[in-house]
């Protein structure tokens, strides 16, 4: 048995040597001249050692404390190093919660763990989300107190208002709690599943018919107080049957318009994978002109005209397309189904269709292999699409109710009509006031109700 006077005078040899106590606890005495308390023990026939401090710190009675407690655990087939090492563990892990297991705080290193992969536009969604909803109920609550029953009351009250923003706050609440467990804060994802809320009724964007684009792009045409960046937007959106994030999220380095193509990044992108896009004349000129409107300095084709340094706002086509009158008939992304349906319809090819797209092909190795496939024949198809649209604006609807009231100079028409720009003429018909190029500013009076004599009367005037 030792003494505390035989462990203070145990003098440092040559060799690490031992000192003996009783029960597997002894003395280990290094040549250094530390002390180091040990227990040496055996579960199922394997030998372990448990420490047990050093002296002075831990003095002798402390130590024999200590070694009667490990002695318990052995006695229950528990490794008392194994035993110590969980508790620390679990120590460690209360000290995590204490510092950064609240849910707010945890919010907080989640999205800056994800934000860079995302559009801008996206974090600050899911940042208003959060904020409005989330944060007010559970910001100070212990991330590992939160129970999935309050967190499925909470997402079922806010269905009743905003069915998909309930389904918004799920996803990042499963993303949340997913996180957490990385960070050794949690040890369940607690997170209902999907099938507590209702099932989404999936609609398609409502899109225009073909003559409704038509009529839209006349309308569009016409209408001169409209801001000329975001009418550029939307027929640049119609001419390259991109997605409007796409566009309107664009930057001058993805634009090269001496080699009429723009590349758009794939962190851009929906299925993030770059996307390439040639331009036809008619969108080069668009960009050509743009390009004129806005400063050499900015970085985007269509800069926030409250804040330059971040894109136009998301709503500006759709409210463009309200404005107009064409808001409870399409959407701006209903435009690309126009482009899918008059291609399928004309035996387009559906490889080089799903291509200017930049839909991703079922067989993951083929869209890998396909990146860049089709080049000259998604440029042939674009500037067909290009040319059908010419056509669709300059169609008359050939309705009998529609009547040609006059045409006028852009000098000639009033404060009533929409302004025309100088070098052209308006026709101004039941459908609203319709371009025409001109050959005269010749003021051209026309009537009649039979579209073909509205025609006649119309080319030998232009022709006069």
């Not at 040890?187 to 099938?195: E, G, I, L, M, T």
């Not at 490889?351 to 092909?361: F, G, K, N, S």
Request: net charge positive.
């Amino acid at each position: 048995m030792l003494t505390t006077l035989k462990v203070k005078t145990a003098k440092p040899q040559e060799r690490a040597y031992k000192l003996a106590d009783s029960g597997g606890l002894y003395l280990f005495v290094q040549p250094n001249g530390s002390k180091l308390w040990r227990y040496k023990f055996r579960i199922n026939g394997k030998e372990g050692k448990r420490a047990l401090g050093a002296f002075p710190e831990v003095g002798l009675a402390e130590a024999r404390s200590l070694h009667a407690n490990a002695r318990q655990l052995v006695a229950q087939g528990i490794n008392p190093a194994q035993a110590r090492r969980d508790e620390r563990i679990t120590e460690a892990k209360k000290q995590l919660e204490r510092d950064k297991g609240v849910f707010g705080t945890v919010v907080e290193d989640w999205s800056a763990a994800t934000s860079a992969a995302l559009r801008p536009s996206t974090v600050k969604q899911r940042q208003r989300e959060i904020n409005s909803d989330l944060l007010p109920k559970l910001k100070d609550r212990p991330i590992g107190g939160i129970t999935r029953l309050e967190l499925t009351a909470l997402l079922k009250g806010v269905e009743q208002r905003a069915p998909e923003v309930a389904r918004n706050l799920r996803n990042y609440l499963w993303g949340i709690f997913e996180y957490a467990i990385d960070s050794g804060l949690i040890d369940d994802n607690v997170v209902p599943p999907v099938r507590v809320l209702k099932k989404r009724n999936k609609k398609n964007h409502p899109a225009l018919s073909e003559r409704q684009v038509g009529s839209f792009l006349r309308t569009l045409d016409a209408n001169t107080k409209i801001n000329e960046e975001t009418r550029i937007a939307m027929l640049l959106m119609l001419l390259t049957a991109c997605r409007k994030a796409e566009i309107i999220e664009g930057r001058w380095d993805e634009v090269n318009l001496e080699g009429a193509q723009w590349e758009i990044p794939a962190a851009r992108m929906k299925a993030k994978r770059a996307h390439w896009v040639p331009l036809t004349p008619q969108a080069v000129a668009l960009l050509t002109r743009l390009r004129t409107l806005v400063p050499a300095d900015r970085e985007y084709l269509f800069p926030n005209r409250v804040d330059p340094r971040r894109p136009m706002a998301n709503r500006s086509l759709n409210a463009l397309m309200e404005r107009l009158g064409f808001g409870g008939e399409g959407t701006p992304h209903g435009m690309r189904a126009a482009f899918s349906t008059y291609f399928n319809r004309t035996g387009g090819n559906i490889d080089v269709i799903e291509h200017c797209l930049a839909h991703v092909p079922a067989n993951a190795v083929r869209a890998a292999y396909n990146r860049h496939a089709y080049q000259d024949e998604r440029r042939t198809m674009l500037q067909e699409w290009a040319g059908h649209l010419d056509r669709l604006r300059n169609e008359r609807a050939n309705s009998e109710d529609e009547s040609v009231i006059v045409v006028k100079t852009a000098e000639d028409v009033s404060n009533r009509d929409a302004k025309a720009k100088p070098g052209r003429v308006s026709m101004v018909s039941t459908k609203g006031v319709l371009p025409v190029d001109a050959k005269t500013n010749a003021r051209l009076e026309i009537g009649g109700t039979s579209p073909r004599n509205k025609r006649a009367r119309l080319s030998r005037a232009l022709t006069e």
